[in-house]
């Protein structure tokens, strides 16, 4: 059974005081949801206040990105053991906007896993189709190549600290949400793909988040797909009022 993951993508948004807040709101408001694993990730300089709040708590903090190397003139870059000194336990890699916007590719992503996976840190692996792919009939195509990238040279035993989003680049913070069953097709096939590859056992234990545009008002339905073990949430993650009832909800389900 996959326990559900929850997992908060706060982007480019909260200064410390804010972080502060919402760290703390989250872990109050969570504390009976024991069946679901919450995860928040805030910015780079949030992440040493909100460990402070999250300390000894269940909600698990995580990181939006991570270079790979361990030290070094890398101006701007920061490394695993850093993240590890600030509390951090996941890290997300290759989001779409860290592809769009930052030059990051599907060898980046994989030398990043390789740092995370190195250094006992677990990572969420982003991979998503673009519009222009999907109305091109290549989502599947596509999201192979991410996960043939991202997974070069990585093994079956790795999978343990690996948990994989799918998030359809025209759904994230467009309000337009891939439906539940499109949203099952891809995972259903992301599962299978990592099947032929890595084995029934890894595939089966791997969970597949999906993310864009989830929301209270969509979340049961998203969540109730079989393959859909839990979400990556952008701008419903920004307010307790938004983020909590997605998280009761996979609460719910999970009972
Ligand atoms: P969104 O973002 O929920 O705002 O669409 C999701 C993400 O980018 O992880």
């Known amino acids: 059974m996959r326990k559900m993951m929850i997992a ?3 982007k480019m948004h909260n200064d410390n005081a804010q972080a502060q807040q919402l760290a703390n709101q989250i872990k109050i408001k969570t504390t009976a949801e024991t069946n679901v694993e919450i995860v928040v990730c805030p910015t780079f300089t949030a992440l040493s206040v909100v460990n402070d709040i999250l300390k000894g708590s269940h909600v698990i903090l995580g990181a939006q990105n991570m270079f790979w190397e361990a030290q070094g003139a890398y101006t701007g870059e920061i490394s695993a053991s850093m993240l590890k000194s600030c509390g951090v336990r996941y890290v ?4 779409s906007e860290r592809r769009q916007y930052f030059g990051e590719t599907d060898e980046t992503v994989n030398k990043r896993l390789r740092a995370v996976l190195e250094n006992g840190l677990k990572a969420i692996v982003c991979v998503g189709e673009t519009l222009e792919e999907r109305e091109a009939g290549r989502a599947r195509e596509v999201i192979d190549r991410q996960i043939n990238g991202a ?8 999978f343990s600290a690996i ?3 799918y998030e359809p680049v025209w759904a994230i913070g467009t309000g337009k949400t891939a439906s539940p069953e499109q ?3 891809i995972h259903a096939h992301l599962r299978q793909r990592i099947e032929e590859r ?3 056992d890894t595939a089966s234990a791997l969970r597949i988040l999906y993310g864009g545009s989830v929301k209270p008002a969509n979340a049961r339905e998203l969540l109730s797909q079989p393959d859909l073990d839990g979400a990556l949430v952008g701008g419903a993650c920004l307010k307790a009022e938004t983020f909590v009832p997605i998280i009761q909800t996979a609460g719910e389900l999970s009972a």
Request: proline share 0%; aromatic share 12%.
């Open 163 to 165: 948990v994989v989003a």
């Open 198 to 200: 890595y084995g029934a």
């Open 183 to 185: 949203a099952q097709e």
């Open 92 to 95: 997300i890699l290759g989001h």
């Open 8 to 10: 908060g993508n706060w």
């Open 151 to 158: 997974f070069a040279g990585i093994d079956a035993a790795a």
